[in-house]
């Protein structure tokens, strides 16, 4: 079985690299969170058996990360990734105007404070009670299943909860319903912090490919029928990373395959409305009937410091959310819950400002990176992000490359299983235009280093988070 170094490496594009280039892949790793402070790496000769590379030049590239910190060399021969910011490194150069381009989350909505205003008598009317709601506010969830019913999908409060954000809601979910050692299908690519939840929760990832272009829906129906695995997770609107959207026919086949073979589809809705010009809205997967579990979250459309977010199931599974969750927490914000009441009594003014702030940034970093050679951008329709083309496997070293120009790139392979997709690049359109486009002119400088040869050492600049 690889480990898990190997298992983020891949072994695609290695057969030439340098002892360097390795130590530079590694140091990706570790920089964008993938390798976590602390780990094991493997023997160094157990990674050349693995690699298939001599061990001498393992035993550089090991060397190269010890010299910049990144690894340190403990008792009993052990190598565990480490940081350059410890007493017997020097202190890293830090850069406080680098542009982090691993959160793709735009500013709050125009009308964030005049809701927190009007929400406070509502808040006030609450201090009788005891302050927790394991459920969350009946008037949230009404609020919530409201939007499902305009969406075409019948739904009632019972069948809402109502959770701190939706990355909490998928921990949630596992939680209550998880199993230890079975396969979970995930979409390659698909957003980290959920392949790092079922990790967690001790899933194997079963990856079923997604594109610009949409997904293989033949292969992901194979995938389900042949793994049979206990969970799938999907994000069909705006998918994060590629903005694809999956239409109502594939939208059909794939939740009743999954009910006919028992695999619980956890539907990641927090990109469902954040569309510029797609033209058409499809039917939420929720309306294909029970086994569907839905997330959302008021983040990407309202802000992300509201740490609000809800789970649609039906009422067996929601008894189940409910009784594994006061092991972990009692509840969401009071405060919180009560702003989201007000917002979502005008959702067409929150999709209108992220509609507005979408299209404005999809265009700067259009316009950004029209004059650099060899990099491809997709149509976008909508979404967080372009998944760039950048017509080479280069993806990890133009993220070293960007951090040097005060750039936070993640590169493609932090979005998959197994280091794939090393031709493809993340940039958010959620920025304002003036930061992206002083953003896509440090990534054409850190391109022209690139493609140069001057690729330099890359500095910390602390925890990457990839949103």
Same mark, same amino acid.
């Given at each position: 079985?690889?480990?898990?170094?190997?298992?983020?490496?891949?072994?695609?594009?290695?057969?030439?690299?340098?002892?360097?280039?390795?130590?530079?892949?590694?140091?990706?790793?570790?920089?964008?969170?993938?390798?976590?402070?602390?780990?094991?790496?493997?023997?160094?000769?157990?990674?050349?058996?693995?690699?298939?590379?001599?061990?001498?030049?393992?035993?550089?590239?090991?060397?190269?990360?010890?010299?910049?910190?990144?690894?340190?060399?403990?008792?009993?021969?052990?190598?565990?990734?480490?940081?350059?910011?410890?007493?017997?490194?020097?202190?890293?150069?830090?850069?406080?105007?680098?542009?982090?381009?691993?959160?793709?989350?735009?500013?709050?909505?125009?009308?964030?404070?005049?809701?927190?205003?009007?929400?406070?008598?509502?808040?006030?009317?609450?201090?009788?009670?005891?302050?927790?709601?394991?459920?969350?506010?009946?008037?949230?969830?009404?609020?919530?299943?409201?939007?499902?019913?305009?969406?075409?999908?019948?739904?009632?409060?019972?069948?809402?909860?109502?959770?701190?954000?939706?990355?909490?809601?998928?921990?949630?979910?596992?939680?209550?319903?998880?199993?230890?050692?079975?396969?979970?299908?995930?979409?390659?690519?698909t957003f980290p912090h959920a392949l790092e939840a079922l990790h967690r929760h001790g899933y194997r990832l079963v990856p079923t490919p997604v594109d610009t272009d949409g997904w293989d829906t033949r292969h992901f129906t194979d995938t389900l029928l042949s793994a049979r695995p206990h969970v799938a997770y999907l994000i069909p609107d705006f998918?994060?990373?590629?903005?694809?959207?999956?239409?109502?026919?594939?939208?059909?086949?794939?939740?009743?395959?999954?009910?006919?073979?028992?695999?619980?589809?956890?539907?990641?809705?927090?990109?469902?409305?954040?569309?510029?010009?797609?033209?058409?809205?499809?039917?939420?997967?929720?309306?294909?009937?029970?086994?569907?579990?839905?997330?959302?979250?008021?983040?990407?459309? $309202?802000?992300?410091?509201?740490?609000?977010?809800?789970?649609? *199931?039906? =009422?067996?599974? &929601? #008894?189940?959310? @409910? +009784?594994?969750?006061?092991?972990?927490?009692?509840?969401?914000?009071?405060?919180?819950?009560?702003?989201?009441?007000?917002?979502?009594?005008?959702?067409? $003014?929150?999709?209108?400002?992220?509609?507005?702030?979408?299209? *404005?940034? =999809?265009?700067? &970093? #259009?316009?950004? @990176? +029209?004059?650099?050679?060899?990099?491809?951008?997709?149509?976008?329709?909508?979404?967080?992000?372009?998944?760039?083309?950048?017509?080479?496997?280069?993806?990890?070293?133009?993220?070293?490359?960007?951090?040097?120009?005060?750039?936070?790139?993640?590169?493609?392979?932090?979005?998959?299983?197994?280091?794939?997709?090393?031709?493809?690049?993340?940039?958010?359109?959620?920025?304002?235009?003036?930061?992206?486009?002083?953003?896509?002119?440090?990534?054409?400088?850190?391109?022209?280093?690139?493609?140069?040869?001057?690729?330099?050492?890359?500095?910390?600049?602390?925890?990457?988070?990839?949103?």
């Open positions: 079985m690889s480990s898990r170094l190997v298992m983020h490496l891949g072994t695609q594009d290695l057969d030439d690299a340098s002892a360097s280039g390795l130590a530079d892949r590694i140091r990706a790793l570790i920089l964008d969170g993938r390798l976590t402070v602390g780990e094991r790496l493997p023997s160094e000769r157990a990674l050349a058996v693995e690699l298939r590379r001599s061990r001498s030049t393992i035993t550089r590239a090991y060397g190269v990360l010890e010299a910049g910190g990144y690894v340190s060399r403990h008792h009993g021969g052990s190598t565990r990734v480490a940081l350059p910011h410890g007493p017997s490194a020097p202190a890293p150069e830090r850069d406080d105007e680098a542009i982090d381009l691993s959160i793709a989350s735009m500013d709050s909505t125009p009308g964030l404070y005049d809701a927190t205003v009007r929400s406070l008598p509502r808040l006030a009317a609450l201090r009788g009670t005891s302050g927790y709601s394991l459920q969350g506010l009946p008037e949230l969830r009404e609020a919530i299943a409201r939007r499902f019913d305009e969406r075409g999908v019948p739904t009632s409060a019972d069948e809402i909860v109502v959770t701190s954000g939706a990355l909490n809601a998928v921990n949630l979910i596992l939680t209550a319903i998880g199993r230890r050692g079975e396969r979970a299908l995930v979409e390659q690519p998918h994060n990373p590629t903005g694809a959207t999956l239409t109502d026919e594939e939208r059909t086949r794939i939740t009743a395959t999954a009910r006919n073979i028992g695999t619980h589809l956890i539907v990641d809705e927090t990109t469902a409305e954040l569309d510029i010009d797609r033209g058409w809205a499809p039917q939420p997967m929720a309306a294909g009937g029970p086994g569907v579990i839905t997330v959302g979250s008021m983040s990407k459309v $309202a802000w992300g410091g509201m740490r609000i977010g809800w789970i649609r *199931a039906e =009422r067996s599974v &929601v #008894a189940r959310l @409910l +009784a594994v969750r006061p092991s972990f927490e009692l509840g969401t914000a009071l405060l919180e819950q009560c702003i989201a009441v007000e917002l979502l009594a005008d959702v067409p $003014a929150l999709t209108a400002h992220v509609r507005r702030r979408l299209a *404005a940034g =999809r265009a700067a &970093v #259009a316009d950004g @990176l +029209a004059p650099i050679p060899g990099i491809r951008m997709p149509h976008t329709p909508g979404g967080l992000s372009a998944w760039i083309d950048l017509g080479a496997p280069v993806s990890t070293t133009l993220s070293l490359a960007a951090r040097d120009r005060g750039l936070i790139l993640p590169p493609g392979p932090r979005f998959t299983t197994g280091g794939v997709l090393e031709r493809r690049l993340r940039i958010p359109i959620t920025l304002t235009p003036e930061r992206a486009a002083e953003a896509m002119a440090r990534l054409a400088l850190a391109w022209d280093d690139l493609h140069g040869g001057a690729v330099a050492q890359a500095r910390e600049l602390g925890h990457v988070a990839v949103i």
